[in-house]
């Protein structure tokens, strides 16, 4: 049912049809153009700093959804006691630990792309939040933003090097002197998990929700900042 309590119109097979066939249709046009598209969506290290970006407008509604939240519990828990208005506002220090983890929570909670398409294709924040759904990169690249709208200016992607030779994004950051590992993209991780060692340390111990061991990592990036990583030849 719908929010007015209407049952909603069961979907026929004809439509699923028609569905299946305009999705197998637009596969083929994407998987055609392959090589232009796949050209066409590789960013350069300046390109890709550029796309952490707190003051995105989706982000901006995202950080704002989250800081009035904070605000709002602030409030009830104040009660029928007077108290400035400026007790109520955003604090870094003491809020940023509850802003972090809902900005995760709802990251997270992100459905997945499920493309069967050769081609990775980068979504905008807009089309991320309208659609809600996002690949392991798109996640991080959000996260990563709003930590840094939150006003932690430590948040990197770092895209780490698994035992089986491919790449997975996370988001490290400091906080209150502790090195905090977020994986988008594992729903049995809650935030706060991997936290509290150093970032040597946190990589060592991370695998990913279906078991993969980090080796090391490649390269990370936020606004401000690139690195690349050698592997250990050791």
């Known amino acids: ?60 509604k995202l950080h704002e959804q989250i800081i009035s939240s904070i605000k709002q519990t602030k409030s009830s828990a104040a009660g029928d006691a007077i108290i400035e208005s400026k007790a109520l506002e955003y604090n870094y220090e003491t809020d940023f630990d509850e802003a972090a983890r809902a900005a995760f929570d709802y990251v997270q909670s992100l ?13 905008s924040y807009p089309q991320m939040v309208s659609l809600g759904i996002a690949d392991a990169f798109d996640r991080a690249l959000l996260l990563c933003s709003l930590l840094s709208s939150l006003g932690c200016k430590s948040a990197l992607v770092s895209v780490l090097s698994l035992e089986d030779g491919s790449t997975h994004p996370v988001v490290i950051f400091e906080s209150a002197g502790r090195d905090v590992l977020l994986d988008a993209c594992n729903k049995s991780q809650k935030f706060g998990d991997d936290a509290g060692q150093s970032k040597a340390e946190l990589v060592a111990g991370f695998s990913t929700g279906d078991g993969k061991k980090a080796v090391r990592i490649a390269y990370e990036f936020n606004r401000d900042e690139y690195a690349e990583f050698e592997a250990d030849s050791s």
């Open 111 to 123: 459905g997945k792309t499920h493309s069967e398409l050769s081609v990775s294709f980068w979504l």
């Open 1 to 60: 049912m719908d929010e007015e309590g209407v049952q909603a119109s069961p979907v026929s097979e004809g439509d699923c049809a028609v569905w299946k066939a305009r999705a197998t249709f637009y596969r083929a046009i994407i998987e055609r153009y392959r090589d232009y598209l796949f050209e066409g969506e590789q960013k350069t290290v300046p390109l890709l700093k550029s796309m952490i970006d707190p003051k995105d407008p989706a982000v901006q």
